[in-house]
Each structure stands twice: as structure tokens, then as C-alpha cells.
């Protein structure tokens, strides 16, 4: 069955990076596009970016662009996003998915001083 395995997160200062990782397993990752999705507290899913089968095309949220990148490694089945200059309004719990997946557990991003 479909794995996606989020890892990465932590506590991090403003301005401060963080690169996640997404572990995938159970379908071919390299024909599907991926995406990293955020949950704040009291707020709904919200889609950070997304990158195509090959990498070659990416997508950014306007909150997020040219802050956070997103890549992938078809051969190792996993995902990262890069978060560099992190902001407070960035801590969230981290999803990796395409959006029709059942959903993993995620990672927690804290952003605090």
C-alpha cells in the first residue's frame, strides 16, 4: 500500500533552514507528481509547492516562493523541500502527497525565537 513518510522538521530560529524529506513506497514514484502540503494550527491543508514526474516543472505557493524548493530523487523514491529564511508564520506540520493519498503522518516545523 501507499507509504509516504515525512522527516526533517524541528525547532528553528527565524531565518533559520530546514530540509525536509518525504520517503515514498508503494506506488511508482517516478511517474507522479508530488507536493508538499502545511497545516497550521486552527487552519486548513494548504499546498506549498509541487513538482512534476521529472522534476523539470515546480510550482510555489505565493507565501513561500523564492524562500522554499522543492526537488526530488526518482531513484531513491523521496522528496525533500528545502526551507531557507524561515518566518514564525511558516510552523506548520508537513505533508508530503499528491493530494489523493491517505495521508502520513507528517512533520512538525516550529519556527519560534
Known amino acids: 500500500q501507499v507509504q509516504l513518510v515525512e522527516s526533517g522538521g524541528g525547532l528553528v530560529q527565524p531565518g533559520g533552514s530546514l530540509r525536509l524529506s518525504c520517503a515514498a513506497s508503494?506506488?511508482?514514484?517516478?511517474?507522479?507528481?508530488m507536493s508538499w502540503y502545511r497545516r497550521a494550527p486552527g487552519s486548513e491543508r494548504e499546498l506549498v509547492a509541487t513538482?512534476?514526474?521529472?522534476?523539470?516543472?515546480?510550482d510555489y505557493a505565493d507565501s513561500v516562493k523564492g524562500r522554499f524548493t522543492i526537488s526530488r530523487d526518482n531513484a531513491k523514491n523521496t522528496l525533500y523541500l528545502q526551507m531557507n529564511s524561515l518566518k514564525l508564520e511558516d510552523t506548520a506540520v508537513y505533508y508530503c502527497n499528491p493530494g489523493f493519498f491517505p495521508w502520513g503522518q507528517g512533520t512538525q516545523v516550529t519556527v519560534s525565537a
Open positions: 513538482i512534476s514526474a521529472n522534476g523539470g516543472t515546480t
Open positions: 508503494g506506488f511508482t514514484f517516478s511517474v507522479q507528481y
